[in-house]
């Protein structure tokens, strides 16, 4: 089977892009009292966010690096950048060293970190859009880490946006282009973990729920037997891997730092965006829904999903890979008239591409329907919107993650007579599945009805507690 003939013209993503538009400002939420703040609902855990060259040479941070303290990381940031190059512009490569600002490390304070964002505007190093957004971005976070009622929530605020600015500054100063397959990025700086300790202090882990935690480990006993894996899910947020890397770190950390996201190009050009993107797994494609925005652009577009595609397919031959794919083409959105949210129906030719691919991957595969529900925390806008810069609001929330049984193409087409026909059985079972679990963590979260909320199909837990 040849690779190019599958499409993925319903997918919602892209891929290589090189431009650094930034955002548009973001919103600023509701002002809150930090003086109701009394006692802690994060989970937190040391990290190895800056790392060496070398594997046998690495030091460990907290979670949360206190103000006192901002000189000493911004020194270690220093030493350990300025003797190995990173990844860059050479499309996956590494950076050649640059001169680069470390104004935002180096804030001991509130003050002086917005006032760095200023400061780097003046030198010309920093656009002012750019800047404007930075601004916005920090009291949005700000306000939602301090809904936590966290009590070093200042802490976790002012070295999270310090290195958040740094990694923007950088992005700025020298583009990072990504390739249609992009690993990770580990060292010197570990993009991975700044991604989670971002992310942590937004999810009340008290309220959040993880369902069928033996599949998950099922799931991980066929990687480890060289066996593929897709997971087909619903797609709710640019924080969806970093959300689904939280609840499974406890549990299945191999899950959770080796996942492959078919990753779009909103995600891999915006330089706000672009250091998160750095530190996950990705194949980066084309969206159906983006393909005609610049006419010019289609067939480029389409070749480079071809070039995507065939990424995939070489990854898949070497077994023991694990795949996320949202089908529905893009982030679940609200019902205009009742606004309640549910999961956007799965287009059945990107289902039928990845069942396709499984198929002649020459490794064992299977494909696991998954849901997962954290709108709350970065829902996206109400519509899909055709430029880059949409606003943003940011909370703390409960989340939930669930995956049920592997659901077999052979066993949803037995009834069906035609080939078309059956790709949607296969596709509407996926979804169906899906459907089925997000409504248990629904009830789990927004309901409050919590573990009680289980099902006979779902079983929920809290295995971080």
């Not at 078919?262 to 990705?282: E, H, Q, T, Y």
Request: some cysteine; glycine content about 6%; aromatic content about 10%.
């Amino acid at each position: 089977m040849s690779t190019t003939s599958l499409p993925l013209s319903s997918c919602r993503f892209r891929i290589r892009a090189t431009s650094t538009t930034t955002r548009a400002p973001f919103p600023f939420p509701s002002s809150l009292k930090s003086s109701s703040i009394s006692y802690s609902l994060i989970p937190f855990h040391p990290l190895r966010l800056f790392r060496s060259t070398s594997e046998t040479t690495s030091r460990t941070f907290s979670c949360v690096f206190y103000s006192s303290k901002a000189k000493a990381m911004a020194e270690l940031l220093q030493d350990k950048e300025s003797g190995a190059p990173a990844a860059g512009t050479t499309g996956g490569g590494r950076r050649p060293q640059i001169e680069h600002s470390r104004t935002f490390l180096e804030a001991r304070s509130e003050q002086e970190l917005l006032y760095g964002i200023r400061k780097e505007v003046e030198a010309k190093r920093l656009p002012p859009n750019a800047a404007a957004g930075m601004e916005e971005l920090y009291q949005n976070y700000r306000n939602a880490v301090f809904q936590s009622g966290d009590p070093a929530a200042a802490e976790i605020v002012l070295s999270n946006m310090a290195v958040a600015f740094d990694r923007v500054l950088l992005e700025l100063e020298d583009p990072f282009v990504f390739e249609p397959y992009h690993k990770a990025l580990r060292e010197p700086f570990d993009y991975y973990m700044f991604g989670q300790n971002y992310i942590r202090p937004l999810v009340d882990f008290r309220n959040s729920y993880l369902g069928n935690l033996s599949i998950f480990n099922e799931i991980e006993e066929k990687l480890k037997q060289g066996h593929n894996v897709v997971l087909i899910s619903n797609h709710q947020s640019e924080a969806d891997p970093a959300i689904i890397a939280l609840l499974l770190e406890k549990t299945n950390p191999h899950i959770a730092e080796n996942m492959i996201y078919v990753a779009g190009d909103r995600v891999i050009i915006d330089p706000l965006c672009k250091p998160f993107s750095m530190g996950r797994n990705l194949i980066c494609v084309y969206s159906k829904k983006h393909m005609y925005d610049v006419p010019e652009h289609v067939e480029m577009k389409r070749r480079a999903n071809t070039r995507s595609l065939k990424e995939m397919a070489l990854l898949l031959r070497d077994g023991s890979k694990i795949v996320w794919i949202a089908p529905s083409g893009g982030r679940d959105r609200p019902d205009s008239l009742t606004e309640e949210w549910y999961p956007e129906p799965f287009d059945s030719s990107s289902v039928d591409n990845m069942r396709r691919l499984i198929r002649h991957s020459g490794a064992a595969g299977h494909l696991y329907p998954l849901a997962l529900l954290c709108y709350d925390i970065m829902p996206p806008p109400p519509k899909v919107e055709k430029e880059i810069g949409e606003k943003r609001i940011i909370a703390f929330h409960g989340v939930g993650l669930s995956v049920a049984p592997k659901i077999c193409p052979l066993e949803t087409a037995a009834a069906c007579k035609k080939s078309e026909e059956a790709k949607d059985a296969f596709a509407q079972a996926l979804y169906g599945s899906v459907t089925e679990q997000y409504n248990v963590l629904k009830r789990a979260i927004h309901g409050k009805q919590g573990l009680e909320a289980s099902t006979a199909g779902v079983f929920l837990s809290q295995p971080w507690t």
